[in-house]
């Protein structure tokens, strides 16, 4: 009776053994964007992804390509800059659609969703140049009005440092732009970011954000810059109101830790990728 009750046990082990011997992989999500079209926008750690999953991720991946991406999410490496996040974004999209309602192959939703990247390059090129020429002459020194180029006259016309528009928060316009120009021709000591109130060569009412900065930085390089515009409009220096928002700053990355955390473990499946779409019910 004993040895019955040790082969049925045995039997239970390896078939529950089975059913979650599925290989999990830990460390994957960095931040979470929100939701784009119904799906869930996730930053990943693209180093990981291709070390642990699949070592030909690129930029970024949908559940109708790759299996391992959960169903509902949209993955972008985080690999990338700021300036690439809203074309990758795009593309995986218009990819998962066209693979989900029409049975496409990867290899023509990706054709397809490449054309509608240039097309909206070139949108958005059109946006920052009409907006470049509506704009007046601005000033090149910082809110100390320390001019660090001493060769360039006191005010210039922007041209060729915007890079495309990325919304609009309590009022104030957000831009991605050229960091490597603005080094170059106005103000060496430009950063990550910047705000309206802390550089004179900035438009009112605008955040620029440079192009260089890695997509998983984007958010708190704005949450910064809009805290530390905040601050100032209250009557505080500068260097308080950055030291403000720096502290603020640390408690979002504390916060999307603990949401990571909370995320559903991710379990890789007995297939990587997939070559032809798979038609999904909800999107007829």
């Not at 972008?76 to 593309?91: G, K, Q, R, V």
Request: charged share 25%; aromatic share 12%; net charge negative.
């Amino acid at each position: 009776m004993k040895i019955r009750h040790f082969i049925i046990f045995s039997v239970i082990i390896f078939f529950l053994s089975g059913c979650t011997n599925k290989k999990s992989i830990d460390g994957v999500y960095r931040y979470y964007y929100g939701k784009r079209d119904g799906y869930s926008v996730w930053i990943v750690d693209g180093y990981k992804v291709r070390h642990k999953i699949y070592n030909s991720f690129l930029y970024g991946g949908n559940e109708q390509r790759y299996p391992f991406t959960p169903k509902g999410e949209i993955w972008i490496d985080n690999a990338i800059s700021c300036e690439e996040f809203e074309m990758t974004l795009i593309h995986e999209l218009n990819e998962r659609h066209l693979m989900a309602k029409f049975g496409w192959t990867y290899e023509k939703a990706h054709d397809s969703s490449l054309q509608l990247e240039v097309k909206t390059r070139r949108l958005y090129e059109g946006i920052c140049r009409e907006h470049e020429a509506s704009l007046h002459k601005v000033g090149v020194t910082d809110h100390d009005n320390v001019k660090e180029i001493k060769d360039i006259p006191d005010s210039i016309q922007l041209q060729n440092i915007y890079r495309l528009p990325i919304g609009q928060r309590n009022g104030i316009n957000i831009w991605i732009v050229d960091g490597y120009l603005i080094r170059k021709n106005i103000y060496p000591d430009f950063g990550f970011s910047g705000n309206d109130l802390t550089c004179h060569f900035i438009p009112q009412k605008e955040i620029w954000i440079d192009g260089q900065v890695s997509c998983e930085e984007t958010e708190y390089s704005i949450a910064i810059e809009m805290m530390e515009r905040q601050e100032m409009t209250k009557g505080k220096s500068y260097s308080d109101a950055y030291e403000d928002a720096v502290t603020e700053n640390t408690l979002q990355r504390d916060k999307m830790s603990l949401l990571i955390r909370h995320h559903n473990p991710l379990f890789l499946p007995d297939t990587i990728t997939r070559d032809a779409g798979i038609i999904d019910p909800k999107e007829k």
